[in-house]
């Protein structure tokens, strides 16, 4: 695993690479289990993108904004929200109107090499090792939202898998043209973001590709992590640690008690 940074937590490292790739005015939608997204999302609306708009796609509530991190399902966020929409009129949003969210944040059990994402189960869905949340609306978000991000608080060959059990969400399918020759509009997975690196997908191939390493992370480190060959550039970037005033602003206007802190610290050494 990476050397441990001093100074900042894992979930807040996340937030804050996920936040960087959000511009003003986008809009976006977020699931149950969200806290780094909820926290990305309200960072970039407090730092450089003030129009941004997300709303909870279980709860309908949108840019609930108080400073403390909750899950974007939570009955608290509707307080403190600017509006609520109410179940049909997400279904309306998330089904019917192609491109109408700019980007989704998704978690996963697995993801493989072409950013195709399991929630679902891990070995046979008759009687699977591990039994995930189910679909809900993640075939819709990655096949419909301009694009989405895939963040991972595990970098390890269990979930990143050479092809995963049961595809809910689709990336770029097997690689190339697929995605859209399966009739899927163009978009898929950006990034993906995890204790280890920064990832994006090879324009041709849509293969994921390592866009930047952690402080202390080696390639040699990641390729052991991976279940699968990665691309590689011949020059690899190191990843832009959160800067003093992200994590001020992540700290004191965002979560301000603490909650990526202490839910998301970095993975203890092997």
Known sequence: ????????????????LLARDMADGEKAIVGTNSDIQVAACNLARARHAPHLWWVSGPGGMTNPTEGIVRPAADAENIAVAQ????????????????????????????????GNINTVCVGDHAKPKLRGPGTVGISALCGLSKRFYIMMTRHDRGAFVPKVDFVCGAGHMSGGSSRTDAGLPEGGPRLVVTPLGVFDFEPASKAMRVHSLHEGVTIEEVRDN??????VPDSIQRTSPPDA?????????????GVLAAKFPWPKAN
């Open 1 to 16: 695993m990476p050397v441990v940074p001093q100074g900042f937590a894992l979930g807040e490292m996340l937030a804050v």
């Open 83 to 114: 509006a609520v929409m109410d179940l049909p009129q997400m279904i309306d949003f998330i089904d019917w109107q192609v491109h109408f969210f700019d980007f989704a944040i998704l978690g996963a059990l697995q993801t493989d090499r072409f």
């Open 226 to 231: 991976t279940g699968f060959d990665l691309v």
């Open 245 to 257: 005033e992200e994590l001020f602003v992540l700290r004191r206007a965002v979560d301000t008690t």
